[in-house]
């Protein structure tokens, strides 16, 4: 991969920017309504890496976010990520989300459980805040207990998270069961549905 640089790029939710350097992909920031701001984000992050033109690695990383956010299917898993600063923990936790398909989710105690250790949630938690490579690592699969959907640290916090979601069509929080037992209750009126 060509090193160093970083681009932004306009997607449906707004601007996002991607860094790389010689061993691959080493940031991902999340949409922002200014591009201005995601360039400053990038700077401060990365200080000294300069805008450039793309490698043909960054273009298919590009791409496969860009259908993400549009609702299309796209596969990051052959994204190359350069992990060298990430803890070894955290690359763990990063290698599982990863195998976690668009429109599913795990717990974070379904990760730590993965990992070998189901009382680790909270330390997936704290990794899943620090991913440098949000939508690559895609941290906004990994729900609190019972389903409910947990902290997110992007900008826009929890609104991107559920947003996100959305776009794959994945559920969080409590599903309503087939028959609800509000509905099985003695004398409870249930009303036809559509087409009854």
Known sequence: MTCCGYTVFATP??????????????????????????RARLRRRLPGTREAPP???????????LA?????????ADVVLDTSRVPPFDRRIYE???????????GYGEIAARLGDPAWARGVGRALARNPFPLVVPCHRVLAAGGRIGGFSAPGGIAVKRRL????SARAGRQPALFDDAEL????????GPGS
């Open 13 to 38: 939710l707004g601007a996002c920017g991607l860094a790389w350097g010689a061993r691959g992909i080493v940031l991902v920031l999340l949409p922002e309504a200014r591009q201005g701001a995601v």
């Open 55 to 65: 490698p043909p690695e960054v273009l298919r990383a590009r791409a496969g976010i």
């Open 68 to 76: 993400l956010l549009r609702g299309e299917p796209a596969d990051l």
């Open 96 to 106: 599982v989300a990863r195998t976690i398909p668009a429109g599913e989710t795990l």
């Open 165 to 168: 979601l959305a776009i794959e």
């Open 185 to 192: 209750r003695p004398g409870a009126v249930v009303s036809p």
